[in-house]
């Protein structure tokens, strides 16, 4: 089978095409025949290395993590297999490959009729959408400020704010050419972050300041989100896109603010119950046409050094895929 894997840090052009053997399930694992896979943005970061003050860190050799979606093939000691068969969803290690180990005990369902892209979206993205919302959390009438509201996770987040019953909801984006896009996923007003005067925009759009915050950009983006929070105002930071990890200073907080933090690992160790019940409840709402996934762009396995071109580019708007057409014989990928 074909596996995309990376031996040195570096840009896109370091991940490396490999053929392999299929990998067998372990204990509590699944081998999943890959369908697509959702690519995000941690990923180009994690590729970048040490070496490029990036503040995500994997060793080598890099195995690109991803949103996979496939059909379970194979079960390993200990799992269903009754499962064999069934579409699912599944946010895994070595992501980039025709088959894919995942843990059976995160396997999101997916109705059948989805798409690849929604499909795409329920392991990972979707629920730290949903989750960064609850966090905060969000009540019906709450005025909603997103950062980075034209990516993978915060189109979707957009769209569940609304659904939530935010009663405005602001998205931010770093060019002007992902304004009209972010309303039309839902946002009341939309603001190009990367000019010098976007937080007396949003003061314009919301003069008595946000409820919420919800922020993976950091650095003078959070710093400014912060004054901009009414009394009672609540941050949500769940990444640092721009690779500073900010302090945030407490005397900000005096103003009745608060600020916290979110991530999906933590979350489903905290509470694995409600973690998977979310993953359904997203289902449903992506069955019923409520939440939609826009996709950028879908390209082969053996475009994935364009996949993080495109994401390091900042161009994209929602999702970016690839889609491994199954190899056959004489293939000169397979
Ligand atoms: N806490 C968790 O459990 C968790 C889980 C998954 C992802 N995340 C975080 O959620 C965020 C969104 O993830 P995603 O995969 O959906 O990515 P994405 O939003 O599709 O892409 C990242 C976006 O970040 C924005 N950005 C802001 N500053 C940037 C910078 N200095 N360099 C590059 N991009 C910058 C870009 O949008 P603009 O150009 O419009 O600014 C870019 O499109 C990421 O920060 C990720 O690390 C957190």
């Known amino acids: 089978m074909r596996r995309v894997r990376y031996y040195t840090y570096g840009g896109p052009e370091v991940l490396t095409m490999e053929d392999v053997e299929q990998p067998t399930p372990q204990a509590g694992q699944v081998l999943l025949r890959t369908e697509a896979v959702g690519v995000?943005?941690?990923?180009?970061r994690f590729r970048r290395g040490?070496?490029?003050?990036?503040?995500?860190?994997?060793?080598l050799p890099g195995r690109p993590t991803g949103d996979v979606v496939g059909t379970v093939t194979q079960t390993g000691p200990g799992v269903d297999p009754q499962l064999i068969g069934?579409?699912?969803?599944?946010?895994?290690?070595d992501a980039y490959a025709d088959f894919v180990i995942a843990e059976a005990r995160w396997l999101a369902s997916v109705p059948d009729h989805l798409d690849h892209g929604d499909a795409s979206m329920l392991a990972m993205s979707a629920p730290v959408a949903l989750r960064i919302l609850r966090a905060a959390p969000l009540?019906?009438?709450?005025t909603v400020l997103i950062h980075s509201a034209a990516g993978g996770i915060g189109h979707l987040t957009v769209q569940l704010a609304k659904l939530l019953g935010a009663s405005i909801v602001i998205g931010t984006a770093g060019a002007p050419g992902k304004l009209d896009f972010i309303r039309a996923v839902g946002a009341d007003s939309a603001v190009d972050y990367a000019q010098p005067g976007w937080p007396d925009q949003v003061r314009a759009a919301a003069p008595k300041g946000v409820d919420i915050v919800l922020d993976a950009v950091g650095g003078p983006v959070l710093q400014s989100s912060l004054d901009l929070l009414a009394p009672f105002g609540r941050a949500v930071v769940y990444g640092a896109a721009n690779g500073e990890l900010e302090q945030i200073p407490v005397v900000k907080l005096f103003a009745l603010r608060s600020v916290t933090g979110f991530n999906l690992t933590a979350w489903r160790h905290a509470n694995p119950d409600q973690a998977r019940q979310e993953m359904d409840e997203l289902a449903k709402l992506f069955a019923a046409g409520q939440l939609r996934t826009t996709v950028h762009a879908s390209l082969p396995l053996n475009q994935a050094a364009t996949a993080h071109e495109i994401i390091e580019?900042?161009?994209h708007t929602?999702?970016?895929l690839l889609v491994p057409a199954a190899p056959t014989p004489g293939d000169p990928q397979s």
């Open 139 to 142: 009540n019906r009438g709450d």
């Open 313 to 315: 580019s900042r161009s």
């Open 50 to 59: 040490p070496g490029s003050g990036s503040i995500f860190q994997r060793p």
């Open 86 to 93: 069934r579409r699912v969803a599944a946010l895994a290690e």
């Open 40 to 44: 995000n943005f941690v990923d180009t």
């Open 318 to 320: 929602g999702r970016i």
